[in-house]
């Protein structure tokens, strides 16, 4: 029986061949999601952190300075914790109410490291960074280390409160952060470990690589 006119069915080889490519097409898609993967375990030296700010920007660029803020509960105070933090414009990282250090990112530049176990103690904890840009768009990435829990225990995402005002170093901040979400994110990409002595530029002492002022 011959189909009807205009109707191409067709052939078996060719179909099959539809088929393989169709196969290949999945196969190829699952590659490349295993790879970035495998990527995102490689580079990503802040765990599940996510990249957060006051909010998504103002219309016209505007200088912005805010406080983001978490707390953390300890049973004991930390032998070791290690702070890793990386700010798009100005910075000041206050654990406790105490500064730990302050910076000013380039692009490009690693993570900065910050030894602040001796300003953690049992009961409440609360970290907090000041931070400002030129523009008022920009983001912070966070984690820390602690020996109880591990690498990357507490990182900054939508648990974090942000405010405009300064007591929210010692009283916390009220509001939801704007969540940029894990890196890479453009334009910062994936903010790295420091090499071993390698020479960055801060405001404050540094901890895990030399520093010049």
Request: aromatic share 10%; proline share 8%.
């Amino acid at each position: 029986m011959k189909p009807p006119a205009g109707l191409r069915i067709l052939a078996r080889p060719a179909a099959a061949a539809l088929y393989a490519i169709a196969i290949l097409l999945v196969g190829f898609g699952a590659i490349r999601a295993v790879l970035r993967a495998h990527a995102d375990r490689i580079s990503l030296a802040t765990g599940e952190a996510q990249w957060i700010w006051y909010s998504s920007g103002p219309a016209q660029p505007t200088p912005l300075r805010f406080y983001a803020t978490r707390e953390i509960v300890l049973r004991q105070a930390p032998v070791r914790a290690t702070a890793k933090l990386f700010v798009d414009g100005e910075y000041v990282l206050y654990v406790n109410g105490a500064k730990a250090g302050a910076g000013a990112p380039r692009p490009g530049d690693p993570l900065r490291l910050y030894r602040v176990a001796a300003l953690m103690r049992p009961g409440v904890n609360r970290i907090a960074i000041e931070a400002s840009n030129a523009t008022g768009v920009g983001a912070i990435l966070f984690a820390l280390d602690l020996d109880a829990f591990g690498r990357n225990a507490v990182v900054s995402n939508g648990l974090w409160r942000v405010d405009l005002s300064a007591g929210a170093v010692t009283a916390g901040a009220r509001y939801r952060p704007m969540v940029w979400g894990k890196p890479p994110q453009r334009p910062w990409g994936y903010p790295r470990m420091p090499r071993p002595n390698e020479v960055v530029s801060s405001q404050s002492s540094v901890f895990g690589f030399r520093t010049e002022n």
